[in-house]
């Protein structure tokens, strides 16, 4: 089973892709801020975590150019996420592995999850 972490500051929209998620056979943890993201990482080992732009007092941009900098976290695979798109045309400069923009078709969000992780378990083989 893959675990995602979700990170987003509305709390019904972690509630219903929390429900979606694990129908389909994932473990989820979410949570409404970055400032624990390595203890969170460190305690609960995601495959992907998928990770708000605009976050209340946080920019999830930069948190995931921390993720990327740290040597324990710099192998996740991440996803952001943004209602504006604008604000996601640059996600490859701060080390995301591709976007969604809010709102989203909860099936779209299902395919984008698999290829993301299909895609990341590929070049974590060939870096091996």
Do not use: W
């Amino acid at each position: 089973m893959k675990n995602i972490l979700i990170i987003d500051d509305s709390r019904d929209l972690l509630d219903a892709m929390s429900i979606f998620l694990e129908a389909n056979g994932y473990s989820v943890k979410t949570d409404t801020g970055c400032k624990d993201i390595i203890n969170i990482v460190n305690e609960f080992d995601p495959d992907l975590v998928i990770l708000d732009i605009f976050l209340t007092d946080e920019d999830g941009r930069e948190t995931c150019k921390n993720l990327r900098r740290h040597s324990e976290t710099k192998h996740l695979c991440i996803i952001l996420l943004s209602g504006y798109g604008t604000a996601l045309e640059n996600y490859r400069d701060y080390g995301a592995d591709d976007y969604i923009e809010k709102p989203f078709d909860i099936n779209d969000l299902l395919k984008k999850i698999e290829f993301v992780l299909n895609s990341c378990n590929e070049q974590k083989l060939h870096l091996e």
